[in-house]
T-cell receptor
Framework: AQTVTQSQPEMSVQEAETVTLSCTYD???????LFWYKQPPSRQMILVIR??????QNATENRFSVNFQKAAKSFSLKISDSQLGDAAMYFC?????????FGKGTRLSVIA | DARVTQTPRHKVTEMGQEVTMRCQPI?????VFWYRQTMMQGLELLAY????????DSGMPKDRFSAEMPDATLATLKIQPSEPRDSAVYFC????????????FGPGTRLTVT
């Protein structure tokens, strides 16, 4: 079965700085997708970014980008120019032949 | 701005009572998912549907939980009888007809069973 591991339960970053959240996964599938979701205090789960495994180019969405290392099964999220509104739980998720498998999450605090 | 809607947003009930949660997926999405989120277990997939047909409900306690899609615009999750351990946030999510299981989540229903 596929597993997703987020080894950093909590992280903090100064406003305007850059932070990287780690995610590793385990799978025997060759074709799959990876996602990062953000859950602010409102509890709403917001899709931040997605990456197709067959694409070598790393996905970017404004201040959010990923470092996808397929051989290492690593999928980290980089947040540039951090803002107070980025404070939230961040979940890494995997999707192959079955629906999303989520990591346990990383709580990000942004310090003004 | 299309989004998934869920009702009620909050529900407090006594043990033994029936609870029904409703979800309206994004128009045009053909997959619907139910999740439960707790501090201890994180996000758990309870059940999901494609084109209104249940594909997997192995995550649900079968004796008390049931999930249905009476039509393409409504999904329901029912608990009968409810127990204190069912207290959690229940999310509905829907996804478009793609291979990626990309999902868009509703705001959740916070259920408290006393």
């Amino acid at each position: 079965a596929q597993t997703v591991t987020q080894s950093q339960p909590e992280m903090s970053v100064q406003e305007a700085e850059t932070v990287t959240l780690s995610c590793t996964y385990d799978t025997s599938e060759s074709d799959y997708y990876l996602f990062w979701y953000k859950q602010p205090p409102s509890r709403q789960m917001i899709l931040v970014i997605r990456q197709e495994a067959y694409k070598q180019q790393n996905a970017t969405e404004n201040r959010f980008s990923v470092n996808f290392q397929k051989a290492a099964k690593s999928f980290s999220l980089k947040i540039s120019d951090s803002q107070l509104g980025d404070a939230a739980m961040y979940f890494c998720a995997y999707s192959g032949n079955t629906p999303l498998v989520f990591g346990k999450g990383t709580r990000l605090s942004v310090i003004a | 701005d299309a989004r998934v809607t869920q009702t009620p947003r909050h529900k407090v009930t006594e043990m033994g009572q029936e609870v029904t949660m409703r979800c309206q997926p994004i128009l045009g999405h053909n997959t619907v998912f139910w999740y439960r989120q707790t501090m201890m277990q994180g996000l758990e997939l309870l059940a999901y549907f494609r084109n209104r047909a249940p594909l997997d409900d192995s995550g649900m306690p079968k004796d008390r939980f049931s999930a249905e899609m009476p039509d393409a615009t409504l999904a329901t999750l029912k608990i009968q009888p409810s127990e204190p351990r069912d207290s959690a946030v229940y999310f509905c999510a829907s996804g478009p007809r793609t291979a990626s299981y990309e999902q868009y989540f509703g705001p959740g229903t916070r259920l408290t069973v006393t």
